[in-house]
Every structure is written in C-alpha cells, then in structure tokens.
C-alpha cells in the first residue's frame, strides 16, 4: 500500500436492502475516502443510511436482507466488498472496530464484562488466559472504569448505561484497530455522560492515531470533534469537506437546512429552529433528479431532471448542486 494511499476508499458503493414494500436504495453510490488518525463526521436526517453505510463497511449485512451490493470498499489494499465471510472476521474487530447506539443489544447479557473483553483479544491477538485477562482489566482502566479488577467481574446489568458504554469502547479498542466506526454511541446517554464518553473517544483515538467515523445527529458534537463532515441525504452524500468552512459556509442547501434546525450556543435564548419541511424520500423509488429538490426552496426545473454528481469544488470541499449557494465567508 502506497503511503500516500487513504486508508480507507468507498467508490460508488451501494448497498440496496430487501423489504416488504420492496428494494430500498439505502446507500446509493456513495464516494469517500479517509485518511488513517482522521476523524469524520457523518449526518444527515433520520433513514438517509448512515448506519447502512457503516454496516456496508464492515459486512455486517446479513445476505437475506442486502439483496443488491455494488461498488467497492478498499481498506489496507483488499476490497472488501470481494471479501470472504472468513477475511472479514479478521478485519471485524481487529482492524475495524465499531460502537453501536446501544450497549444493552451489542454487550452479551450473560457473560461478565471483563471475559468479554477477554473473548476479543483471544480471538483476534491470540493471547492466552492470563495475558487476555490482565490486558482487559488495563483496557476498562484506560477508559476510566473506577476500580477495574472488580469490575471486570460484573455482568452487563450491574453497570450503569455510562459504565456500559465505556465496556463497548474498551471492546472496540481491545485490538487497537485502525479505524473505528461509533454510530451514535452517546444518544441513549445523559448529558454530562454523553460528554465524558465523547471526551474518552477523543483522548483514545489522539493517543492510538486511529481513524474515527462518528455518526452523530448533535452538529455540536461534530464541530467539536471532526476534522471533516459528510452530509448524507437519501443514500448518497451530498457535501463534504473540511469542518468550519462546511459549518460555516455550506453550499449544499441541504447542509444549510440541516444547520438551521439545529440549536447553536450561539442563539439568543428562545430562539426558534427552523425544521426541515417535508420528508427525506422512501428510498424504494426516490425521485429521479436531485433527490432534495422536492423539498429545496431553491430548487428549479433542471434539478428534478437529473440528479448532480458530487463534485470536487477545491479546498477539499465537495457538493451536489446545481444551484449551490454562494461562499458568504470566503
Ligand atoms: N435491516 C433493515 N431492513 C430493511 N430496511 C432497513 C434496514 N435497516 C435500515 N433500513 C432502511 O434503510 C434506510 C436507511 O436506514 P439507516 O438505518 O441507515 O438510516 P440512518 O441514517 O442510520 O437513520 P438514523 O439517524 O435514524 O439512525 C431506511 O429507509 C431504513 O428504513
Ligand atoms: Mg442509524
């Protein structure tokens, strides 16, 4: 692999999903690359497929339910959409790891904390017994659980949703992998805890020099933490780039509504967001042109004719647009 090569490369990549009321286009020909210790932020509105998008990465779809996979997904030099099941067992984990939402539905009900840890590092760095086991109550001290060795010796519901989530994280590092993908991995969690968690992330990553794909609905969080943000919007991304000149300078409208209805410490109190009006398409028959225009107060005819490619639109920025919006910050 070249050096200067991204670590990781999606071309066109789609991942259409069988349902009862047909195919729906989740990812439809998505485009990204990012370079290994970076950190990107993904948004986008509810069931535009940012979490299909992560689980593509990884081969998390079961077959019965990913009915059409197109486009490639290069990482380390293999693709691994043309991965075996067996290949990607190996990258899962060891070298991608990722952090759901909610721990109760990914941590294992009936086995202790510290042995689960144990599990991954036998599996995937063959350690022994021992080793494994003082390496997991390490890895629950290094993401701050208070008196580790005993806590390593809890089950799943003995900890609280804070503590949980810190386990998740401890799991996903165990391998130090090279990229690491956290689908909304605060929302279930109280502020001040959701804070600590992000600040834990941050300070692992910073010490591992890994890539972090954070998918998060809170544009606070991103701003504070992504070094770029790509905007997803029916199954595809629709802007991309550099974070403050993205947040401040969106040229996509979409990206613009998107931060409009978003809260700002900046407003005055009581200031009122602007929601999005109308719905993100059902992805079974998206609209034919550009896939925003039904809701766009900019939109014009050429716009419903034929959907815009994502363009590079210099200083790493990239959009789809006909009728972007100006540079106000240029
Ligand atoms: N297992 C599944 N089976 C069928 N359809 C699915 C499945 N998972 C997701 N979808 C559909 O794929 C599309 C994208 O969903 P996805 O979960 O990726 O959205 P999302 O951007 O992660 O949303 P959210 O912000 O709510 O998590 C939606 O139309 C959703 O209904
Ligand atoms: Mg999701």
Redesign the pocket.
């Known amino acids: 692999m070249n050096i200067a090569d991204p670590l990781l490369s999606l071309r066109d990549l789609k991942s259409y999903?069988?349902?009862p009321r047909g195919l729906?286009r989740?990812?439809d020909g998505v485009t990204l690359d990012l370079a290994a210790g970076r950190t990107l932020g993904l948004v986008?509105?509810?069931?535009?497929?940012?979490?299909?998008?992560?689980?593509s990465i990884l081969g998390l779809?079961p077959d019965a339910?990913l009915q059409k996979a197109g486009g490639e997904i290069r990482f380390g030099g293999r693709d691994l959409r043309r991965s075996t099941e067996a290949e990607l067992r190996k990258v899962r984990g060891r070298e991608i790891a990722m952090i759901f939402?909610d721990p109760m539905t990914s941590l294992n009900p009936v086995l202790k904390v510290g042995p689960q840890i144990e599990q991954a590092l036998r599996l995937h760095l063959g350690l022994r017994r021992t080793e494994a086991r003082e390496r997991a109550v390490d890895l629950l001290d290094q993401v701050g659980i208070p008196a580790a060795r005993q806590r390593a010796v809890s089950y799943p519901h003995e900890l609280s949703g804070g503590m949980r989530q810190r386990v998740m994280i401890a799991i996903a590092l165990a391998c130090d992998p090279k990229l690491l993908i956290a689908?909304?991995p605060t929302t279930a969690l109280d502020v001040t805890v959701q804070a600590q968690i992000l600040d834990l992330l941050q300070e692992q990553q910073a010490r591992r020099g890994m890539a972090l794909i954070l998918?998060t609905?809170n544009l606070g969080v991103v701003a504070g933490m992504a070094d770029e943000v790509a905007v997803?919007y029916a199954?595809r991304i629709v802007e991309h780039g550099p974070t403050a000149a993205l947040l401040a300078d969106p040229r996509m409208p979409y990206t613009a509504a998107l931060l409009r209805s978003a809260p700002r410490l900046s407003d005055p109190p009581h200031t009122r967001l602007e929601a999005i009006t109308g719905r993100p398409p059902?992805?079974v028959d998206p609209p034919a042109g550009c896939r925003f225009a039904p809701r766009c107060a900019r939109s014009r005819e050429d716009c419903r004719r034929e959907p815009p490619e994502i363009e590079e639109a210099g200083t790493g920025r990239r959009f789809a647009c006909w009728h972007p919006l100006e540079l106000a910050h240029a």
Do not use: W, Y
Request: charged share 20%.
């Open positions: 999903l069988r349902t729906v989740a990812v986008g509105e509810s069931g535009c497929g940012k979490s299909v998008l992560a689980r779809l339910i939402q689908d909304e998918i609905h997803m199954g059902v992805l």
